[in-house]
């Protein structure tokens, strides 16, 4: 059994990773979700300590350490995978709905709606909405992530053809 506690939405938090862009289906078609992690910061640890001490929660699902150190939340839906929606809906800073999708290095806010699971008394926060307040231009702009300098212009340039010096492919080796 399940006991819906009172949606919140987040303060600004840092994204570490997002899968919001297509259902994660690692796990196969039945569990396919859309999920985002970001980092707990103190504010959002405080917020989530008043849910664990008024609801008497034991655990927090989806919370971890990570090998620097961090704790991190991630938060999932499935409820738009069901219907058949590839791409999670997000909203800008503006509160007006985008087509883009938050990637780590990119600061949001959360909508979160966190669910008493009975069985273990743990605690689940599902992922209502997300509203991009920062976006990192790290690869969005077509550059691969480099800025023009002087030198090498490959505009023009061909990668030469592969050629076998006596006509052999090498499709049999072994690495």
Not at 124 to 144: A, F, M, P
Request: charged content about 25%; aromatic content about 6%.
């Amino acid at each position: 059994m399940t006991m819906r506690i009172s949606p919140f939405t987040t303060h600004t938090l840092d994204v570490v990773w997002s899968h919001l862009h297509a259902p994660d289906d690692k796990f196969g078609a039945d569990s396919a979700n859309h999920n985002i992690t970001v980092l707990v910061d103190t504010e959002l640890q405080t917020k989530l300590d008043s849910i664990i001490k008024e609801h008497g929660v034991t655990k927090i699902n989806g919370m971890r350490i990570d090998n620097e150190g961090r704790t991190l939340l991630k938060a999932k839906s499935k409820t738009l995978v069901k219907k058949g929606v590839a791409v999670f809906p997000c909203r800008d800073a503006a509160a007006e709905r985008t087509d883009a999708v938050p990637f780590g290095g990119d600061k949001v806010r959360l909508r979160l709606a966190p669910a008493l699971l009975t069985r273990d008394n743990s605690l689940s926060l599902y992922l209502n909405g997300v509203q991009i307040i920062e976006k990192n231009d790290r690869l969005d702009s077509g550059t691969g992530g480099f800025e023009a300098t002087d030198g090498f212009d490959g505009s023009n340039f061909k990668a030469p053809e592969s050629t076998s010096s006596d006509g052999d492919q090498d499709d049999d080796l072994p690495f």
